[in-house]
């Protein structure tokens, strides 16, 4: 019988909360690494008890841990993450130059074919590649070397390098995101990159359409039509039909367009799901009511689904890492709050329950249907 | 033998449980050359106390011995006779910050 696992990051540790696929009754394994920030934590496509995780202080400071059990027993693997050559400068928050100084592991990217090969987006941005199973990882030096690169602004979480995408029709391209210098895109896996910004309208810069400075905060794609691709922006939910070389806004009739997830049913490609956050300077739903809303017409066109939802008084915040779906013939959908809530519908949204209330601050969500 | 008492999280990580940590250095007994003995010994802390290539001594761990406070001393340093002799243990301690 199917299965369903789901690999929450906290700010005070890992969890895995598993069902079978009625997805009704859980259970709850955790903490993990207590007391540890765990940024993300992901399973291999390819060997689905091969589990990664982002393990991290500010004390410690950075480690990855490896499980072959499906997260029964963890080791930790190489945490040595080198920048290639000479680092140069980015940015700072007063516009003055500032050194690339690796910080921390946001996500942590699986092959889809190789369970030893897995990428990994750091702060400050750049991009990491383990090919034997995380003991040593060598940085792709063209993402950060980019000639924009040193051009590039952290956004108010850090410069991070938040997602990375492959491209399942294609093994040599991939897309990332960078908060805040955009989204960029390898045709040839990972050598040389290129921004794919064209589209984009941010305010906060002086030139509201440059190339290269746009706080994107996550980008989704279903493996069925990977040149589609929609985006959560700091504000506007955007559509690009063509791989990212141009976008265009879907935020139709959401109460508010800024917010950090968004993601794709996993059997419609022009099912996609938002959770509206009120503004960059408050991070919290709009009046109090905790909404997720849904589009089955690729953007535009959306519609709240708060069904077992909190309704008033709530002022949680869904961070870009927190949702997931799970591929069950009636289609899951997973995410975490920083109140410490997992809400899961087997309904492809319609209705929701939360699996556990009280976890710490959640990061990150990711979901693996087994059998 | 150096005695070495780890922050909680690092004795987890490292399954020492909850004791001290005995070490034999060769040469000269210093901040530097015990903690080489001590990530030989646990491979896992490296990057944990310091960075794995300039060695600097993260912001938040504090290295003391013989209630005096060693964290800027230079690591080539040798460490009092007490510590040594294993009479004294050479303290790890994680900053009291963050929440």
Redesign the interface.
Known sequence: MSKVRVLVGTRKGAFILTADGKRQHWEVSGPHFG??EIYHMKGSPADPDRLYASQS???????IQRSNDGGQTWE?VG??F?YDGVPGTHLWYDNTPHPWEFKRVWHLEPSTTDPNMVYAGVEDAALFRTLDGGQTWQELPGMRGHETGPGWHPGSGGMCLHTILMDPSNSSRMYIAISSAGAFRSDDCGETWRPINRGLHSAFLPDPAAEVGHCVHRIAMHRSRPNVLYMQKHWDVMRSGDGGDSWHEVSGNLPTDFGFVIDVHSHDPETIYVVPIKSDGEHFPPEGKLRVFRSRTGGNEWEPLSKGLPQSNCYVNVLRDAMAVDSLDECGIYFGTTGGQVYASADSGDTWSAIVHDLPAVFSVEVQTLG | MIRVVLPAHLRTLARIGSGEVQLEVDGPVTQGTVLDALEARYPMLRGTLRDQVTHVRRPFIRFFACQEDWSNAPPDTPLPEAVCTGAEPFLVVGAVAGG
Not at chain 1, 57 to 63: D, E, K, S, Y
């Open positions: 007391g540890w202080t500010g004390w410690f400071g950075q480690l930790p945490n040595k080198v």
